[in-house]
């Protein structure tokens, strides 16, 4: 059997509430096309969503989870614990064509050599790694439409939405279903005490 797999670090509840009233200013969000207003058709992350992704290993048989729980656990114990802020708002491609609405990061150095010595022992292993450069945000909104939102956007250039202390990277299973995927952890790592 299968299951999908990720690996990611969980967020606090008070930057997830913190994010939730920033996405309040993009939801039912219209701008001036012309003489007509158009809805940008925003899909926001939901809160039980709201986690950093560092590894997406997408469907993995069932028998390797424990493989993956060790090369994880052996990463994690490569690290002391650091600290993790979330400021400012960006967009992919770009503000003036957003189609995703993310949460920047700061001092992020330890969480790329985190993440990177994750992704090199999973390769190892065998596991599909994708080979595109990570880069550390927090997916706030989908956007349907592509407007510009830059002026929105600049409106939370040095947003600070809060501080965390990384202590544990977890690996999580993806179900999906027809109300969209139901995430839970199977695993909890520690990082080096």
Known sequence: MKKRIFIAIELPKEIKQNLLRVQQNFKDLKVERSEIPTAVGTKCVKSEHMHLTM?????????????IEEICSKVAKNFLPFEMEFIGLGAFPNSRQPHILWVGIKDSEKLISLQKELAVGLKRAGFRIEDRKFVPHLTLARLRKRVNLKAQIEKFNKANFGKMKISEIYIFESELGPDGPKHKIIKTLQLKD
């Open 55 to 67: 590894v997406f290993l997408g469907d993995i048989d069932e028998a390797r989870i424990s493989e």
